[in-house]
């Protein structure tokens, strides 16, 4: 069967704030899929293939190929073409792209799957697609490749099919060890090998060795893709792939984008203890994690091995700094044991620590977040190179706060329909939630204020240039100088 899979383009608020993942989840469908010799998969990565090609989109900027460019490129004999929408704002580009598919192969059959998709099912079969996959897609879409009629495969929907918007998720893999490697092969990899979603050393590859989460912040919206039950790559399979980067594309630096990296102990010591095997081998390798690791499942012999193995960036999801807000958000998490565990990267010098934090989330009352703002302040005095990433709460579409958030009124109803809606929705940039207790403008000046605690105020000469020279030349500059204190920080380990 002849087999296209679409990465489409991504969008941003901002042309500051572009992040880039490597693709793991569709570049996994990928090689899942050649793993059947009578499959021929093609590849077009939307994203990376027309990454120069930045266009104003609603209020913010579409990254990509454009729709008549990535149409130019599907064969017209595919059979089967996959579409993946890892995001509830690119529904509009899905729809746009899904749309011209039917015009331009009529006969084939047209999947999409992601977060979309699993989070609203109903919004997404709106489009022209033919079917939909509700959580992990290899299963279903391999069963759809072998001919299985989609009606007897789990997780598989079309409009007829999913009535009165019940239904199951896609068979989750139990053993992620079966799964074959993410696709190497496709024509951007290499451009992908030059982009990180932090300061990096080197050449960066991206890692994902678990699924799943067993817990169930508010805020949270894993759990529709990849469930509760959470799943786990051996230790052996895990280091047979960072070998394997090691030797054959030349990865320094390794962003591990699991959620619950740690979660098991024993399995996280043992990667640790194989990267720094390597590393003794002459491999020179580095990594961060920039999705953020559950503080609680760190102590001092954990910590002291990702010191050994060259964790340059470890990035922490802490939230809130009053008690009585985690429990609001079924976040459970002891503040005191992530001090002991902050008080611990700080002196074992972890080069950076950076720390998730949200802001205007309900229930946010002035006392809280006065608690919050003397924790973090305390959480400075610790020393380290410690960095805050300051997070507008967003209720994202289909989780427990969204709907939470509907319920109180805080938000519209439809407010999820990312069809109709003309903003962004973006951590960085997008206030959502207006509450009792916080309108836009407290929520930016409590932003502020914590903002004030780790960062000075730019100097005058900074924000001047910045208005006059042009985006594209301060984004070449600012990670020109990312480079510089990355190959700095290399020389002196």
Known sequence: MKITLINPPFVFSSKDHVVISHCIGLRILSSTLKANSSNEVIFIDSLMEGYSNVQPFRSGY????????IIEKIPRDSDLIGISVPFSQLAPVAHDIVDHIKAYVPKSTVVMGGIYPST???????????????GEGEVALSQLADGK??????????RESLVDNTYRNALEIEDLDQLPFPDYSIPSME??????????????AALVTSRGCP????????????GHNYRYRSPENVLQEIEFLVKKYGIRFLEIEDDNFTLRKDRAVKILEGIIYLNEKGAKLAWATPNGIRIDTLDEDVIKLIKRANGQNITVAIEHGDQEMLKIMNKHLDLDKAWEVLKLLVKYEI??????????????TIERFNNAYKYLKNVRNLGGNINIFLNNTQPYPNTSLFKRCVEAGYIAPDSDNYLKRDDILDTRDTISIVTADFDAKEVLRRKASL????????????????QLIPTKIWLILRGLKKRIKSAITLLGT
């Open 215 to 226: 817990y169930s912040c508010e805020f949270c919206s894993i759990h529709p893709v990849f």
């Open 149 to 158: 009629d989609a009606k007897n495969i789990i997780g598989v929907y079309c």
């Open 120 to 134: 609203q099912p109903q919004l997404s079969l709106t489009s022209k697609t033919d079917y939909i996959v509700i």
């Open 191 to 204: 451009r992908y090998f030059t982009k990180s979603q932090r300061a990096r050393i080197g050449r960066v």
């Open 351 to 364: 080069p950076n620590i950076s720390v998730f934090f949200m802001i205007g989330y309900p229930g946010e």
């Open 451 to 466: 903002e004030q605690i780790f960062y000075k105020a730019p100097p005058l000469w900074k924000k001047v240039s910045k």
């Open 62 to 69: 579409k990254i990509g190929l454009d729709t008549d460019k």
